[in-house]
């Protein structure tokens, strides 16, 4: 039969463990959502820099029509022009200009034929992109406020856990609680209070001496593993 401040020990170890779970999971919330706040931005930076090349065709189309503008005021101009001279190679000459500005609005207004149809092919792919975004961010969003709440319950739940630790700790021997919360502080990772099987420590799985196995199958008394010092039990 276990002893009675043995069942006490590996309940509080058990609430302990439990305890502990919390602190871990409140501690990677945090970065959860970090990491998706993260992803809000990235998403958003990926669809300004969308808007920011439709932008410039805007402009770079813009551009073409107010050169286009600029040439047709030339044109308009050495027409005026020819109406004043006298000189047929004067005449021919302002003649040539006017062809050569002619083809470069040709070639201008091909170009802005061009820039208009990728504009809206990028026009309806960036619309697309939009509620694309948008969905993923509501998505995102969301998530992150399940997160806060999961976090503030989680505190909630981790308050409770203590006061469970505390009771638990309060019902066994004081010299047992304080060798317990300093072999907890000692070993590298839980748990603290181990079986033995085999005479081995199920903690280290390291055979122990025969003083020491003699003494945990007693069970009179707490007894530690003489290799890593974890609280040792025979389970019969």
């Given at each position: 039969?276990?002893?009675?401040?043995?069942?006490?020990?590996?309940?509080?170890?058990?609430?302990?463990?439990?305890c502990?779970?919390?602190?871990?999971?409140?501690?990677?919330?945090?970065?959860?959502?970090?990491?998706?706040?993260?992803?809000?931005?990235?998403?958003?930076?990926?669809?300004?820099e969308?808007?920011?090349?439709?932008?410039?065709?805007?402009?770079?189309?813009?551009?073409?029509?107010?050169?286009?503008?600029?040439?047709?005021?030339?044109?308009?101009?050495?027409?005026?022009?020819?109406?004043?001279?006298?000189?047929?190679?004067?005449?021919?000459?302002?003649?040539?200009?006017?062809?050569?500005?002619?083809?470069?609005?040709?070639?201008?207004?091909?170009?802005?034929?061009?820039l208009?149809?990728?504009?809206?092919?990028?026009?309806?792919?960036?619309?697309?992109?939009?509620?694309?975004?948008?969905?993923?961010?509501?998505?995102?969003?969301?998530?992150?406020?399940?997160?806060?709440?999961?976090?503030?319950?989680?505190?909630?739940?981790?308050?409770?856990?203590?006061?469970?630790?505390?009771?638990?700790?309060?019902?066994?021997?004081?010299?047992?609680?304080?060798?317990?919360?300093?072999?907890?502080?000692?070993?590298?990772?839980?748990?603290?209070?181990?079986?033995?099987?085999?005479n081995?420590?199920?903690?280290?799985?390291l055979?122990?001496?025969?003083?020491?196995?003699?003494?945990?199958?007693?069970?009179?008394?707490?007894?530690?593993?003489?290799?890593?010092?974890?609280?040792?039990?025979?389970?019969?």
């Amino acid at each position: 039969m276990v002893a009675e401040w043995l069942q006490k020990l590996l309940i509080l170890q058990d609430r302990d463990s439990s305890c502990d779970g919390i602190k871990q999971q409140l501690a990677r919330i945090p970065d959860q959502i970090a990491a998706e706040e993260a992803n809000i931005r990235e998403i958003a930076e990926a669809l300004k820099e969308k808007e920011n090349a439709m932008k410039h065709l805007e402009v770079k189309r813009l551009d073409i029509e107010g050169e286009v503008e600029q040439t047709e005021a030339t044109i308009i101009k050495y027409k005026t022009q020819q109406m004043q001279v006298k000189k047929n190679e004067e005449y021919t000459a302002l003649e040539n200009e006017i062809k050569n500005l002619q083809a470069k609005i040709s070639e201008m207004e091909d170009e802005e034929l061009l820039l208009l149809e990728e504009i809206d092919q990028r026009s309806v792919i960036l619309n697309r992109d939009r509620d694309s975004i948008t969905s993923q961010k509501h998505t995102l969003e969301a998530h992150i406020e399940l997160l806060k709440k999961n976090y503030a319950a989680s505190q909630s739940e981790l308050e409770a856990a203590k006061g469970a630790v505390v009771e638990c700790g309060q019902e066994l021997d004081a010299g047992v609680l304080q060798q317990y919360q300093y072999v907890k502080s000692q070993v590298k990772r839980p748990p603290v209070v181990v079986p033995l099987v085999e005479n081995k420590c199920q903690g280290c799985h390291l055979k122990v001496s025969g003083e020491v196995e003699t003494d945990v199958r007693r069970g009179r008394e707490l007894t530690r593993c003489d290799s890593c010092g974890r609280i040792l039990y025979y389970d019969r």
